[in-house]
């Protein structure tokens, strides 16, 4: 291989205009052969620092037997190590601009240390034979637009767990043991994706990974990087799309990280006004620099092109958006124009997905935006940002707050139901029921519910038949599809026992059924951008707390009818009014799916202020899902 991964002058002016996409091919850690010797060729960027070594285990921590040389203005170093090996441990000994000593890891590594261990672990990330080229083919014609999205949100160490003993405190599975359990659970349900949170290496356990130490390296935990892409090579081949929670906002202070890194602010803004989070205690990134642009763009790359993953979900994009988030008077900087929006935060995100989407044709990008902010996934070309789907925490908020309520003070919050069709297209959203809302005394889904136990099963079925009725891809958190009673913590494995009880079986049974009608018609998902593709058969009837809607399919055949009743008074006579004079099949009511269906023919009977109707007997929290 000769030279060939030196930090050349071309990869200094592309890493200096913030447009070097392969940059973690050449700063960080790759083995190579040298002058005929086999090591490792070591990269990083500390443009102020006085002096750079790397130590390690292949040359015993030793700071003044590695040191590294200065390429160009630009401040990266280099050097190779002749006899370093895979697998060994490393870190950069860092002379700062003002003196400090500081140990920094790799920002740039593909591994790292188990914690609570910090250091960089030397990998190659050339050698794994990919298998999944059939779904890799099928990818760059996927149209998130049209296509079905339902999205099982895991966290893989509190998934399951191996039982706890003196040698494996922790009882993780490792990404080798998770695929095959994940995928068989997931295709048995009936998800089309996975969304896996805390994959990046991270220091602390309680941060669920949004606290990121280690962007390009999958976290030790489970495993290797080899090991993290064969789990995402075995859900491929289970026709599994993979989505990964990616975290641009901030990054924490921990001494072997980001901040601070060569003494002085390299990753983040030196202004604490505009480099810190005050509720977070975390740094924000600097994203007018193209050093760093370039550091979290080839990062999203990395995934994407790298590692096969299918899209990110971004978190905390308000944060970022928004110069005085979280922030009082006096601890923020207004943008030039004298406002609140970060205009470099803005560029970044066009920059972002206009790349990762279209050098990725049918691969996602998705924001966790939580206000109005407009044009979100409006293209970039036209002002937007650029990302292919939004997650609707308006549309969350309301609908948790109406499925709290007791049943009698439904009929004052009917609107809470409504309103999200106000706006429903103004992005393309994703509805979400995300690990967010079953933690911090939030409580589970199904402890959400009201009334006694078996009231708040029922509430929750009929909850989630609106939810897969409603336009919008579909994202639920593990555990609650199965009525998982107590909050999730990530130091313990989901409740799997519960599933010896009928009531959770039944449930988790309900789910599946309401996931494979949702792949099964094309009115539930292909025209979820479509205003003409829904239509309010009755929006108004509060008194009864009823709602029913319609769902249209793009070429119009094999439309929806959804009835949900959310009071448990039973409706023998209930009349629903409907488009036309046809038959109407119930494929599936809150007992589940009905094999054969039973038809209802029409008549011409007014009925909702509509011409024709057909009766149908409604039970106490009942749903119909009729095809026609």
Same mark, same amino acid.
């Given at each position: 291989?000769?030279?060939?991964?030196?930090?050349?002058?071309?990869?200094?002016?592309?890493?200096?205009?913030?447009?070097?996409?392969?940059?973690?091919?050449?700063?960080?850690? &790759? !083995?190579? @052969?040298?002058?005929?010797?086999? #090591?490792? +060729?070591?990269?990083?960027?500390?443009?102020?620092?006085? =002096?750079?070594?790397?130590?390690?285990?292949?040359?015993?921590?030793?700071?003044?037997?590695?040191?590294?040389?200065?390429?160009?203005?630009?401040?990266?170093?280099?050097?190779?190590?002749?006899?370093?090996?895979?697998?060994?441990?490393?870190?950069?000994?860092?002379?700062?601009?003002?003196?400090?000593?500081?140990?920094?890891?790799?920002?740039?590594?593909?591994?790292?240390?188990?914690?609570?261990?910090?250091?960089?672990?030397?990998?190659?990330?050339?050698?794994?034979?990919?298998?999944?080229?059939?779904?890799?083919?099928?990818?760059?014609?996927?149209?998130?637009?049209?296509?079905?999205?339902?999205?099982?949100?895991?966290?893989?160490?509190?998934?399951?767990? &191996? !039982?706890? @003993?003196?040698?494996?405190?922790? #009882?993780? +599975?490792?990404?080798?043991?998770?695929?095959?359990?994940? =995928?068989?659970?997931?295709?048995?349900?009936?998800?089309?994706?996975?969304?896996?949170?805390?994959?990046?290496?991270?220091?602390?356990?309680?941060?669920?990974?949004?606290?990121?130490?280690?962007?390009?390296?999958?976290?030790?935990?489970?495993?290797?990087?080899?090991?993290?892409?064969?789990?995402?090579?075995?859900?491929?081949?289970?026709?599994?799309?993979?989505?990964?929670?990616?975290?641009?906002?901030?990054?924490?202070?921990?001494?072997?990280?980001?901040?601070?890194?060569?003494?002085?602010?390299?990753?983040?803004?030196?202004?604490?006004?505009?480099?810190?989070?005050?509720?977070?205690?975390?740094?924000?990134?600097?994203?007018?620099?193209?050093?760093?642009?370039?550091?979290?763009?080839?990062?999203?790359?990395?995934?994407?092109?790298?590692?096969?993953?299918?899209?990110?979900?971004?978190?905390?994009?308000?944060?970022?958006?928004?110069?005085?988030?979280?922030?009082?008077?006096?601890?923020?900087?207004?943008?030039?124009?004298?406002?609140?929006?970060?205009?470099?935060?803005?560029?970044?995100?066009?920059?972002?997905?206009?790349?990762?989407?279209?050098?990725?044709?049918?691969?996602?990008?998705?924001?966790?935006?939580?206000?109005?902010?407009?044009?979100?996934?409006?293209?970039?070309?036209?002002?937007?940002?650029?990302?292919?789907?939004?997650?609707?925490?308006?549309?969350?908020?309301?609908?948790?707050?109406?499925?709290?309520?007791?049943?009698?003070?439904?009929?004052?919050?009917?609107?809470?139901?409504?309103?999200?069709?106000?706006?429903?297209?103004?992005?393309?959203?994703?509805?979400?029921?995300?690990?967010?809302?079953?933690?911090?005394?939030?409580?589970?889904?199904?402890?959400?519910?009201?009334?006694?136990?078996?009231?708040?099963?029922?509430?929750?079925?009929?909850?989630?038949?609106?939810?897969?009725?409603?336009?919008?891809?579909?994202?639920?958190?593990?555990?609650?599809?199965?009525?998982?009673?107590?909050?999730?913590?990530?130091?313990?494995?989901?409740?799997?026992?519960?599933?010896?009880?009928?009531?959770?079986?039944?449930?988790?049974?309900?789910?599946?059924?309401?996931?494979?009608?949702?792949?099964?018609?094309?009115?539930?998902?292909?025209?979820?951008?479509?205003?003409?593709?829904?239509?309010?058969?009755?929006?108004?009837?509060?008194?009864?707390?009823?709602?029913?809607?319609?769902?249209?399919?793009?070429?119009?055949?094999?439309?929806?009818?959804?009835?949900?009743?959310?009071?448990?008074?039973?409706?023998?006579?209930?009349?629903?009014?409907?488009?036309?004079?046809?038959?109407?099949?119930?494929?599936?009511?809150?007992?589940?799916?009905?094999?054969?269906?039973?038809?209802?023919?029409?008549?011409?009977?007014?009925?909702?202020?509509?011409?024709?109707?057909?009766?149908?007997?409604?039970?106490?929290?009942?749903?119909?899902?009729?095809?026609?």
């Amino acid at each position: 291989m000769g030279k060939k991964l030196q930090f050349t002058e071309l990869d200094q002016y592309l890493f200096g205009q913030g447009t070097h996409y392969d940059i973690y091919r050449k700063l960080g850690a &790759h !083995p190579d @052969t040298q002058n005929r010797k086999k #090591g490792v +060729y070591f990269a990083v960027w500390a443009p102020n620092a006085q =002096a750079v070594s790397v130590v390690g285990e292949f040359n015993e921590w030793d700071t003044e037997k590695n040191p590294m040389k200065k390429v160009g203005p630009i401040g990266v170093y280099e050097t190779f190590v002749p006899g370093a090996k895979i697998g060994q441990l490393y870190k950069f000994y860092i002379t700062g601009a003002h003196g400090e000593e500081l140990y920094k890891a790799d920002p740039y590594a593909n591994a790292a240390e188990m914690r609570p261990g910090t250091a960089s672990r030397v990998t190659d990330i050339t050698n794994y034979k990919w298998k999944d080229d059939t779904w890799m083919k099928n990818r760059e014609a996927f149209d998130p637009d049209t296509s079905a999205m339902s999205i099982y949100e895991v966290h893989p160490g509190s998934w399951m767990k &191996h !039982p706890q @003993t003196a040698e494996d405190e922790d #009882g993780f +599975y490792s990404y080798r043991e998770l695929a095959p359990k994940l =995928a068989g659970y997931v295709k048995k349900m009936g998800y089309t994706h996975v969304e896996f949170m805390g994959i990046a290496e991270h220091p602390f356990d309680g941060s669920w990974g949004y606290q990121v130490t280690g962007y390009y390296a999958p976290t030790s935990r489970y495993g290797t990087p080899q090991d993290f892409k064969y789990m995402v090579d075995y859900l491929h081949r289970q026709k599994i799309g993979i989505i990964l929670d990616w975290v641009p906002a901030h990054f924490p202070k921990d001494a072997h990280g980001l901040a601070n890194f060569d003494g002085t602010a390299v990753y983040e803004h030196a202004d604490p006004r505009q480099g810190e989070h005050p509720d977070w205690g975390t740094k924000i990134y600097n994203y007018g620099r193209p050093e760093v642009k370039n550091f979290l763009i080839a990062n999203a790359l990395y995934w994407v092109e790298e590692c096969h993953v299918d899209g990110l979900r971004v978190d905390a994009v308000a944060s970022m958006l928004y110069l005085d988030y979280g922030k009082k008077d006096g601890e923020w900087v207004a943008n030039k124009y004298g406002g609140n929006k970060n205009l470099e935060a803005i560029e970044f995100f066009k920059h972002l997905n206009t790349v990762v989407l279209g050098r990725n044709h049918g691969t996602v990008m998705i924001a966790e935006e939580s206000t109005a902010w407009p044009m979100v996934t409006g293209k970039a070309e036209d002002d937007g940002l650029g990302f292919s789907l939004k997650w609707n925490m308006g549309w969350m908020n309301d609908f948790l707050e109406y499925m709290k309520l007791d049943p009698y003070f439904r009929k004052f919050n009917h609107n809470k139901m409504t309103f999200s069709m106000t706006y429903a297209y103004s992005e393309k959203y994703v509805l979400v029921l995300s690990h967010d809302e079953v933690v911090h005394l939030k409580c589970s889904m199904l402890e959400k519910m009201p009334g006694e136990l078996d009231d708040k099963f029922k509430n929750l079925k009929a909850g989630y038949t609106f939810m897969f009725g409603h336009p919008g891809k579909k994202l639920l958190f593990m555990g609650q599809d199965f009525g998982q009673l107590r909050e999730w913590s990530e130091a313990r494995e989901l409740d799997w026992y519960l599933l010896g009880e009928e009531n959770h079986q039944k449930l988790q049974q309900y789910v599946s059924d309401l996931l494979h009608i949702y792949r099964k018609y094309p009115a539930l998902y292909g025209a979820d951008n479509d205003p003409s593709a829904f239509e309010w058969i009755n929006a108004n009837d509060g008194d009864r707390s009823i709602f029913s809607f319609v769902r249209k399919s793009p070429t119009r055949r094999n439309n929806i009818l959804v009835v949900c009743n959310f009071t448990p008074v039973a409706r023998p006579d209930y009349r629903v009014g409907v488009p036309k004079k046809k038959q109407y099949k119930l494929i599936m009511n809150e007992q589940g799916l009905l094999p054969k269906g039973k038809a209802f023919k029409a008549e011409k009977k007014n009925c909702d202020n509509r011409e024709f109707s057909f009766a149908y007997p409604l039970e106490a929290y009942g749903v119909g899902v009729f095809t026609y």
